[in-house]
């Protein structure tokens, strides 16, 4: 991991200075448990980020005989991937989901690509050996609600109907613990383009 001077937020750097009401925000219970950050990077660095790497182009692959056509390329953008491979991200999860983390090395860090073209990705689950903690950072700029590439997230006894809709505004991070009970989607792209930084943790243990 590297150790560098943390570009996350101070108000998560040092999640024991956060208030309950602050820890209770960002836990989120319905239908099933998951975090929500925003602000997740300091702004000023955030928005240098964040017009470097839109700048930049990137070589997306679509996995052979993938009936969802996702487009995903491995983060090389080293200032993002100090972020999300530091020891202030991992001590982060591990802190909010009580678990012993290690990263997934047969995915990485990914960055994933939506646009127009992009079918939706329908219900489901994440297939992984073991259980897994799924971090989503939300990078593209200018949502708005007909923008679509929301997040849904959905009952598993009424898997048809989503519970809870999480928007991808710019600067988000979002995770969750990978089971056989956390079903969800992602609507269909309209006139906009969906970046997001995508890590998966194997669990190892309680902490």
């Not at 969750?176 to 969800?184: A, E, G, L, P, R």
Request: hydrophobic share 35%.
């Amino acid at each position: 991991m590297l150790r560098k001077k943390s570009l996350i937020s101070q108000k998560y750097q040092n999640t024991n200075l956060l208030t309950k009401e602050e820890r209770d925000f960002i836990k989120r219970d319905f239908p099933w448990t998951h975090y929500v950050l925003d602000g997740f990077i300091e702004e000023k660095p955030f928005k240098r980020m964040q017009k470097t790497f839109l700048s930049k182009k990137h070589k997306f692959l679509i996995k052979e005989n993938d009936p969802y056509f996702v487009q995903y390329a491995l983060l090389r953008y080293l200032p993002l991937a100090k972020v999300f491979y530091s020891l202030e991200f991992k001590n982060l999860l591990e802190t909010f989901s009580g678990f012993s983390l290690s990263l997934n090395t047969s995915n990485y860090v990914q960055v994933r690509y939506m646009n127009i073209d992009s079918p939706e990705l329908p219900i489901h689950i994440d297939t992984l050996e073991g259980r897994a903690i799924i971090a989503i950072y939300y990078l593209s700029p200018n949502w708005v609600e007909d923008s679509g590439g929301e997040l849904c997230l959905y009952d598993e006894f009424e898997e048809n109907i989503p519970k809870t809709i999480i928007k991808p505004v710019e600067n988000r991070l979002l995770f969750f613990s990978s089971s056989i009970t956390t079903w969800h989607s992602i609507k269909k792209v309209n006139n906009w383009e969906r970046y997001s930084v995508l890590s998966t943790w194997n669990v190892k243990k309680l902490k």
